[in-house]
C-alpha cells in the first residue's frame, strides 16, 4: 500500500456538456455563461485519468459544493475462451491436439 500513497489521478466531475459553434465561443469573454444540457438533479460524472469509474449527486452545504458518489462504473469483464485468437489471420491460442486413429 505504500506504493499507491504516491500515486496521482486526476478526478474530473463532469456536471453537463454544450454544444455550440466555434464561432459563439471564440466570441465569449469574461462573465460569459454557458448552458448545459442538465438540471440541478442530473447525475454527474466522475473521471479518474479521463476515464469513467462512478456516477454521483451534486451536494450543497453551506458554501462548499460536493459530490456523492452513488454509483461506481466497472470496468466490463473480457471474455478468454479457449480457442480465440487475437488480431486477423492470428493463430489460436490453444491448438486442439490431434487424434492418431
Do not use: W, Y
Amino acid at each position: 500500500m505504500a506504493v499507491l500513497d504516491n500515486l496521482k489521478v486526476d478526478v474530473t466531475v463532469v456536471l453537463g456538456r454544450c454544444r455550440m459553434p466555434l464561432h459563439m465561443l471564440l466570441r465569449m469573454g469574461r462573465g460569459a455563461v454557458i448552458e448545459l444540457e442538465a438540471s440541478e438533479s442530473d447525475m454527474v460524472e466522475i473521471l479518474a485519468n479521463d476515464h469513467p469509474i462512478a456516477r454521483g449527486q451534486i451536494v450543497v452545504t453551506g458554501n462548499r459544493i460536493s459530490v456523492e458518489v452513488t454509483e461506481l462504473i466497472r470496468k466490463p469483464e473480457t471474455l478468454r475462451a479457449p480457442g480465440t485468437s487475437i488480431g486477423e489471420g492470428a493463430a489460436p491460442l490453444f491448438e486442439p491436439e490431434a487424434r492418431m486413429a
